[in-house]
């Protein structure tokens, strides 16, 4: 049997490596015995050609799995080491890495979870996993001139309509039916956490970086409507937010009141990026 290409090879290798079983039902799942291995990796009295590459296969798996829970402690303090175990496992199975990075391993993870058997009785257990990966992603994304309070100090009012307002790209909105920032923060304060309370309608939690460090805060359905206009690109004008508030509250005064509290909040968070 001619001996398998360098590329051939490779692609075995990453197969076998990656499988869900180990090596051995690998082997045994794709029909290959396992002498197979014999004519490409070497085996000795030590380990044979299976144990050998199977060394290979556990650290392909753990080195993962430790990434996942770097990226979602609070996911794992809420089920448990061997429930996130069985969960990482069966998430890598349904969504291999494709990416040279494992930096964008457990970006799936939070569709993942909802689906998952474990959110049945929990079905806060994908948005607190959603709230975890936008502090992941928010922390690489791009830096940008944030707006400062005193570059509006000699805006006319009557310019105030044209003020466009945009967020800072390093920001997410996390909707949330449940307070998953209240476990988040237990966690984070090495107390044990309960199971999130329903939240009120419109409750979502607000992902930014502020300079080098992540936060992020509830916020409630007045202030969310306002983040769901400001947060994508191109973001909008303070006059169309005064009136999508308004045609959503019904009045034109309360609009206004609520768009210019948002603007002093996302100057006060440093949320909104110099145009």
Same mark, same amino acid.
């Given at each position: +049997?001619?001996?398998?290409?360098?590329?051939?090879?490779?692609?075995?290798?990453?197969?076998?490596?990656?499988?869900?079983?180990?090596?051995?039902?690998?082997?045994?799942?794709?029909?290959?015995?396992?002498?197979?291995?014999?004519?490409?990796?070497?085996?000795?009295?030590?380990?044979?050609?299976?144990?050998?590459?199977?060394?290979?296969?556990? +650290?392909?798996?753990?080195?993962?799995?430790?990434?996942?829970?770097?990226?979602?402690?609070?996911?794992?303090? +809420?089920?448990?080491?061997?429930?996130?175990?069985?969960?990482?496992?069966?998430?890598?199975?349904?969504?291999?890495?494709?990416?040279?990075?494992?930096?964008?391993?457990?970006?799936?993870?939070? $569709?993942?979870?909802?689906?998952?058997?474990?959110?049945?009785?929990?079905?806060?257990?994908?948005?607190?996993?959603?709230?975890?990966?936008?502090?992941?992603?928010?922390?690489?994304?791009?830096?940008?001139?944030?707006?400062?309070?005193?570059?509006?100090?000699?805006?006319?009012?009557?310019?105030?309509?044209?003020?466009?307002?945009?967020?800072?790209?390093?920001?997410?909105? !996390?909707?949330?039916?449940?307070?998953?920032?209240?476990?988040?923060?237990?966690?984070?304060? $090495?107390?044990?956490?309960?199971?999130?309370?329903?939240?009120?309608?419109?409750?979502? !939690?607000? !992902?930014?970086?502020? $300079?080098?460090? !992540?936060?992020?805060?509830?916020?409630?359905?007045?202030?969310?409507?306002?983040?769901?206009?400001?947060?994508?690109?191109?973001?909008?004008?303070?006059?169309?937010?005064?009136?999508?508030?308004?045609?959503?509250?019904?009045?034109?005064?309360?609009?206004?009141?609520?768009?210019?509290?948002?603007?002093?909040?996302?100057?006060?968070?440093?949320?909104?990026?110099? $145009?």
């Amino acid at each position: +049997m001619p001996r398998p290409s360098l590329a051939e090879l490779q692609r075995r290798f990453f197969e076998l490596v990656t499988g869900a079983e180990g090596i051995a039902r690998e082997l045994a799942a794709r029909g290959i015995p396992e002498r197979a291995l014999d004519a490409i990796i070497a085996g000795d009295a030590r380990a044979s050609a299976v144990e050998r590459l199977d060394v290979y296969a556990n +650290m392909y798996f753990f080195r993962i799995l430790d990434v996942l829970r770097a990226d979602y402690p609070k996911l794992v303090a +809420m089920l448990g080491d061997g429930a996130f175990h069985d969960l990482a496992t069966g998430y890598l199975q349904a969504h291999p890495s494709r990416h040279p990075s494992l930096r964008y391993v457990g970006a799936a993870l939070p $569709g993942f979870v909802t689906g998952h058997a474990a959110a049945a009785t929990r079905p806060w257990l994908g948005e607190l996993a959603a709230l975890e990966w936008a502090r992941v992603d928010v922390f690489d994304r791009a830096d940008a001139e944030v707006l400062a309070r005193e570059s509006l100090a000699g805006l006319a009012p009557g310019d105030f309509a044209e003020l466009r307002l945009v967020a800072v790209p390093a920001s997410a909105l !996390v909707p949330a039916a449940f307070a998953v920032e209240d476990p988040w923060r237990a966690v984070e304060a $090495g107390a044990a956490p309960e199971p999130p309370a329903r939240a009120a309608d419109g409750h979502a !939690v607000l !992902v930014w970086r502020r $300079g080098q460090v !992540v936060q992020h805060r509830a916020v409630e359905d007045g202030e969310r409507r306002a983040l769901e206009l400001v947060l994508p690109t191109p973001g909008t004008t303070f006059g169309a937010l005064c009136a999508a508030l308004g045609e959503a509250l019904g009045s034109d005064a309360a609009a206004a009141e609520l768009a210019a509290r948002c603007l002093g909040q996302g100057l006060a968070d440093e949320l909104l990026a110099r $145009g």
